[in-house]
């Protein structure tokens, strides 16, 4: 595994300026350029080694549903990204990135195909089309046939991490997560994290919704609903938390801590995804470890697929998960 030294030393910075990114210390001052080098660094360094091939006349797009500033707030679409960065290079195609509000300046020049990253409304699928018919969704699969899909099945996920909790002697389980929508539309994406998580404590008669809260998938979100969650149970605080993504988990451990309940001896924490902070952190992340780097490469591959092979079947490729214990949970 990559040290905060390794990181340090890729980026040209000291290991205290890493370890206060890593950690979002809020008093660092430091610019957005230089925490997204040590983000992409953290990320980068631990991924496998690969070779470069030969360059090709191809050239495709990936498009990105957050802005460049969004994507430092929730770095499992940053790692996503970097993954197909990386089998685009190792493939030695071109490879031409926007974000969410370069979309109207997506033109064909040449594109024969686009790779899209997060949640994408039908009017946004549309002026996609116009530009390439063959487009390939990572974490998002449209409810037509048309396209091919990259996703996770994160209900299956959180019925893992229920179930090692259940394990653990956990019966006051607490939830705390975000809501996602398509930037042109206000309706709220069904999350199945929150789904599944009702469902199973539902199905056993210890379903609190008092101990559920949810905003944004964010860290400054995260710590936000833990501070309500302590002012609204104090003492009663649940033993356990499932948060619906490291980011999220991250500012929860920050409120806990700063209120003097120690994880895990008091409280449990587990996220999703195991982006590369989730390691460097204190305590390091109990989290489902979402492989982002094979996300990446399966969504490169099937779009190369379909331009090359012309196919016509539609494919979509769920990926598996696997339950990380570090030392925020017993």
């Known amino acids: 595994m990559a040290t905060i030294k390794d990181i340090a030393e890729k980026v040209g910075v000291s290991i205290a300026t ?102 994408f409304s039908v009017e946004q699928i549309k002026e996609m089309n116009a530009v390439s018919e063959n487009i390939v969704f990572v974490d998002y699969s449209p409810p037509c046939d048309k396209y091919d899909s990259v996703v996770i099945d994160f209900e299956k996920a959180t019925y893992k991490v229920l179930e090692y909790l259940e394990k653990q ?39 609190n919704e008092d101990w559920v809260y949810i905003l944004q998938f964010s860290v400054n979100d995260g710590y936000k609903l833990m501070k309500q969650a302590i002012e609204d149970h104090g003492d009663q605080l649940p033993t356990a938390f499932f948060v ?32 590369s902070l989730s390691k460097y952190v204190y305590p390091s992340l109990s989290t489902v470890k979402v492989f982002t780097e094979q996300m990446g490469e399966a969504a490169v591959d099937l779009l190369v697929e379909r331009i090359t092979e012309d196919r016509v079947v539609t494919k979509k490729v769920t990926l598996s998960t696997e339950l990380i214990i570090r030392d925020s949970s017993f």
Request: net charge negative; with cysteine; glycine share 8%.
């Open 169 to 207: 002697g956990h019966t006051e389980i607490g939830y705390i997560g975000g809501h996602e929508t398509f930037r042109n539309e206000t309706t709220v994406l069904e999350d199945p994290r929150e789904k599944m998580f009702r469902e199973y404590l539902r199905e056993r008669d210890r379903l």
């Open 18 to 119: 890493v370890s206060r990114v890593l950690n979002y210390d809020v008093t660092l001052s430091v610019g957005d350029e230089t925490k997204k080098r040590i983000f992409e660094a953290a990320e980068e360094l631990s991924y496998t080694k690969y070779k470069k091939r030969k360059a090709s006349s191809r050239k495709i797009s990936i498009l990105h549903w957050y802005t460049e500033k969004e994507e430092l707030d929730d770095l499992y679409y940053m790692s996503i990204r970097l993954g197909v960065e990386k089998q685009c290079e190792e493939q030695g195609l071109e490879l031409v990135k926007f974000y969410y509000d370069d979309l109207d300046k997506m033109k064909k020049n040449g594109i024969e195909g686009i790779i899209a990253v997060g949640k």
């Open 244 to 275: 619906g993504n490291d980011a999220m988990a991250i500012g929860c451990v920050k409120a806990l801590l700063e209120e003097g309940i120690n994880v895990p001896e008091r409280v449990n924490i587990i996220g999703v995804n195991d982006i």
